[in-house]
């Protein structure tokens, strides 16, 4: 069986920033798996600048939750929302550049100061799209496996054997230690199967994985 496709996504988070006519618009880009966490970015950046003008979002990121199982082509959610602009003026553009550039896994929230000089359908649509530009410049773009959540609950006997063994695997991994420790691992979608057979076969089953 096939091992799903590498895909481009930005390396971290960024933003960029530039003035057009005395309007200030600002574009921030983040790397995101799901809806959720797209919808989460957009939330702080409207939260660090809910005296702005407009903020205006636009992702494309796995349907569901994180990449598909299965190998082969990932069903992808993608939103835009004006937020205010003329209809068409801003979210399409912004959501435009990172389809045209093969970009997922992404958020762009392009933040805007209006500076009393009206731009135009045109004018608008050319900035939005500067600020995703110039926002995925500053992020860098970078090839990434597809990943998926892996979702692990244990005695805390056990806990030492499931955190070796996600070590020594170099997934990225969160523990919570409570009555039972859970463990959230983020797994290339490549590795998952095999992974998940050496956290049963350590703990003689005793995991359980979600």
């Given at each position: 069986?096939?091992?799903?496709?590498?895909?481009?996504?930005?390396?971290?988070?960024a933003?960029?920033?530039?003035?057009v006519?005395g309007?200030?618009?600002?574009?921030?880009?983040?790397?995101?798996?799901?809806?959720?966490?797209?919808?989460?970015?957009?939330?702080?950046?409207?939260?660090?600048?809910?005296?702005?003008?407009h903020?205006?979002p636009?992702?494309?990121?796995?349907?569901?939750?994180?990449?598909?199982r299965?190998?082969?082509?990932?069903?992808?959610?993608?939103?835009?929302?004006?937020?205010?602009?003329?209809?068409?003026?801003a979210?399409?553009?912004?959501?435009?550049?990172?389809?045209?550039?093969?970009?997922?896994?992404?958020?762009?929230?392009?933040?805007?100061?209006?500076?009393?000089?009206n731009?135009?359908?045109?004018?608008?649509?050319?900035?939005?799209?500067?600020a995703?530009?110039?926002?995925?410049?500053?992020?860098?773009?970078?090839?990434?496996?597809?990943?998926?959540?892996?979702?692990?609950?244990?005695?805390?006997?056990?806990?030492?054997?499931?955190?070796?063994?996600?070590?020594?695997?170099?997934?990225?991994?969160?523990?919570?230690?409570?009555?039972?420790?859970?463990?959230?691992?983020?797994?290339?979608?490549?590795e998952a199967?095999?992974?998940?057979d050496?956290?049963?076969?350590?703990?003689?089953?005793?995991?359980?994985?979600?």
């Amino acid at each position: 069986m096939a091992n799903p496709e590498p895909y481009r996504t930005v390396a971290g988070r960024a933003s960029a920033e530039f003035t057009v006519q005395g309007s200030r618009f600002v574009g921030y880009l983040a790397p995101a798996d799901t809806v959720n966490e797209a919808e989460a970015f957009v939330a702080e950046v409207e939260a660090e600048h809910d005296d702005a003008t407009h903020n205006v979002p636009a992702y494309r990121v796995p349907a569901g939750d994180g990449a598909s199982r299965t190998p082969g082509e990932v069903m992808l959610r993608e939103y835009s929302s004006d937020d205010g602009e003329p209809t068409g003026s801003a979210g399409d553009p912004a959501l435009n550049v990172l389809e045209q550039q093969e970009i997922r896994n992404v958020v762009a929230v392009v933040t805007r100061y209006y500076g009393g000089t009206n731009l135009g359908v045109g004018g608008l649509a050319r900035a939005y799209s500067r600020a995703v530009k110039e926002g995925l410049d500053a992020a860098g773009v970078v090839e990434e496996e597809p990943h998926e959540r892996v979702d692990l609950a244990v005695a805390y006997d056990d806990s030492g054997t499931v955190r070796g063994v996600l070590e020594s695997s170099g997934v990225e991994f969160e523990a919570d230690y409570d009555e039972r420790v859970t463990f959230e691992a983020r797994v290339p979608v490549a590795e998952a199967d095999g992974l998940r057979d050496r956290l049963r076969s350590a703990t003689s089953g005793r995991v359980d994985i979600g």
